[in-house]
């Protein structure tokens, strides 16, 4: 089994947390304001979570969750019921993202010979540190890495997919993974050594 598949896959724990009943699906279709109320109330804690994950700050957070609401909303009558409504949403606020870093990210093809992987996190490092931290020191990556990280540790894409996705070929996306994991490898443990410190 490939590492990417044995990470906790958080989309799918979102699906099994949050249930849409079907006729807050069908309002919001209908373009019931209520209906679209009460989604947004159901998902949007998923979905800001999701945002963070892609964004350095709140306020780009909360940027990509409004755009990606307001996607939600003109496009839920395209919703056909394949699939849960929650990946459907997902999506939309990925892509939302990715269209708002896009153009500010340049991608670095690293030199595969020079990219040392470090060791990985201990057990006791990973168990001490919340989802809080964990997010955090995501967030403190440069964007184009934390991009690659999220599509590919998180959401479970293949580096051919993050490829079509981001414009970038597939060995600057491997490359790209290569280095964020090395930097949040290096921030965790010392996150860590300062909290033993204290």
């Given at each position: 089994?490939?590492?990417?598949?044995?990470?906790?896959?958080?989309?799918?724990?979102?699906?099994?947390?949050?249930?849409?009943?079907?006729?807050?699906?069908?309002?919001?279709?209908?373009?019931?304001?209520?209906?679209?109320?009460?989604?947004?109330?159901?998902v949007?804690?998923?979905?800001?979570?999701?945002?963070?994950?892609?964004?350095?700050?709140?306020?780009?957070?909360?940027d990509?969750?409004?755009e990606?609401?307001?996607?939600?909303?003109?496009?839920?009558?395209?919703?056909?019921?394949?699939?849960?409504?929650?990946?459907?949403?997902?999506?939309?606020?990925?892509?939302?993202?990715?269209?708002?870093?896009?153009?500010?990210?340049?991608?670095?093809?690293?030199?595969?010979?020079?990219?040392?992987?470090?060791?990985?996190?201990?057990?006791?490092?990973?168990?001490?540190?919340?989802?809080?931290?964990?997010?955090?020191?995501i967030?403190?990556?440069?964007?184009?890495?934390?991009?690659?990280?999220?599509?590919?540790?998180?959401?479970?894409?293949?580096?051919?997919?993050i490829?079509?996705?981001?414009?970038?070929?597939?060995?600057?996306?491997?490359?790209?993974?290569?280095?964020?994991?090395?930097?949040?490898?290096?921030?965790?443990?010392?996150?860590?050594?300062?909290?033993?410190?204290?």
């Open positions: 089994m490939s590492q990417r598949r044995e990470v906790i896959n958080l989309k799918k724990i979102s699906e099994l947390l949050v249930k849409i009943p079907e006729d807050i699906i069908k309002g919001c279709q209908d373009g019931n304001d209520r209906s679209q109320e009460r989604l947004y109330n159901l949007a804690p998923v979905m800001y979570g999701l945002c963070l994950q892609y964004s350095g700050n709140e306020d780009d957070a909360r990509i969750m409004q990606g609401f307001i996607k939600v909303f003109n496009k839920i009558g395209q919703y056909t019921g394949k699939g849960s409504v929650m990946g459907w949403i997902r999506r939309i606020m990925i892509n939302t993202a990715l269209e708002k870093f896009r153009s500010q990210m340049n991608f670095y093809t690293l030199d595969e010979a020079i990219i040392k992987e470090s060791d990985t996190v201990d057990n006791v490092i990973i168990e001490s540190l919340t989802a809080d931290d964990i997010l955090k020191v967030q403190t990556l440069s964007p184009q890495y934390r991009l690659v990280f999220n599509l590919y540790a998180i959401e479970g894409y293949s580096h051919k997919e490829s079509e996705l981001t414009g970038i070929s597939e060995g600057t996306s491997k490359s790209n993974l290569s280095r964020a994991r090395s930097i949040l490898q290096k921030r965790m443990k010392d996150m860590y050594s300062n909290r033993m410190k204290t």
